[in-house]
């Protein structure tokens, strides 16, 4: 699933292709995909609106419009955002082509099938329950702390709960434990204060990482133009299953945790 790295490097990638581009013309192949409003008011309604700026927040991006509307887009498990030249119509999981005025159309293709889209004038409807953004000045150690201590499930089921911290899943979590020497399992609120600690500063790390190595292409990720990111070959134990620790040699060990692989190094992580 693309989190905070891949979805900021969508919009990093997106923003200088698409802001002043006015929406021509919707086609949608999913109708079920749009959340808010109907199928069909969302198509006229985003016709002839400009698109001003792009912003993330946690996995959202969001288009804002001329209009006074945003378009909220969610990736959920599988879904792309890829520029295609004008003459390029659906395949097999196309979700909906925006055409746009200009050289490139704007396709959002989803394997799975998951991916969300609201128009809506009121973007809190959608994303006013987010946690923390974990790379703003405001996520401190003492605030992730906080956080922790009132939660009584493991360390990483903080990590990936959208309502406490944004942005953050299943693999960025996993490093963010490597990298701060924590056993996944761990119960949050059992981590001491010097832990906590490590464990802030391995989130910022590798999520910084991930954004400057575009995004990690583990499944389905690609960038706008049909790329794919490097941020997996730097993965120390997300999705490396049978692999050696790159710091102590060790298997790396694999549990499901809530129905998520979770990769550890059982000697460094503790
Ligand atoms: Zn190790």
């Known amino acids: 699933m693309p989190e905070l790295p891949e979805v900021e490097t969508i919009k990093n990638e997106l923003a200088p292709q698409v802001k002043g581009r006015c929406f021509v013309g919707v086609e949608l192949f999913r109708q079920k995909a749009v959340h808010e409003p109907s199928p ?8 002839g609106q400009e698109i001003m700026t792009i912003v993330r927040r946690g996995k959202y991006l969001l288009l804002r419009l001329s209009g006074g509307q945003t378009l909220i887009i969610h990736l959920k498990m599988s879904g792309m955002l890829l520029l295609k030249n004008v003459s390029c119509g659906p395949e097999k999981h196309t979700i909906a082509i925006f055409r746009l005025n200009g050289s490139a159309d704007l396709h959002f ?16 409807k959608v994303i006013g329950k987010l946690g923390i953004e974990p790379l703003e000045p405001s996520f401190t150690p003492v605030i992730l702390g906080n ?3 009132q939660c009584r499930a493991a ?23 490597f990298a701060s020497h924590i056993h996944p399992l761990r119960k949050a ?5 010097d832990e906590v600690k490590r464990l802030h500063r391995g989130i910022v790390k590798v999520l910084q990482a991930g954004i400057k190595h575009r995004g990690a292409s583990i499944n389905t990720y690609r960038h706008p133009d049909g790329g794919i990111g490097k941020a997996h070959l730097e993965f ?4 490396r299953r049978g692999g050696s620790c790159l710091c102590c040699g060790s298997p790396i060990q694999r549990v499901s945790l809530r129905g998520r692989g979770t990769y550890f190094c059982f000697e460094c992580q503790r």
């Open 40 to 47: 069909e008011a969302f198509r006229q309604s985003l016709i």
């Open 109 to 124: 293709v989803d394997q799975r099938q998951f991916g969300s889209m609201w128009l809506t004038e009121n973007e809190n």
């Open 147 to 149: 956080l922790l201590s």
């Open 155 to 177: 360390a990483k089921v903080l990590l990936c709960d959208q309502h406490a911290i944004a942005g953050i899943g299943n693999m960025y979590a996993d490093e963010a434990l």
């Open 189 to 193: 609120n059992t981590l001491s204060t």
């Open 236 to 239: 120390q134990v997300a999705h």
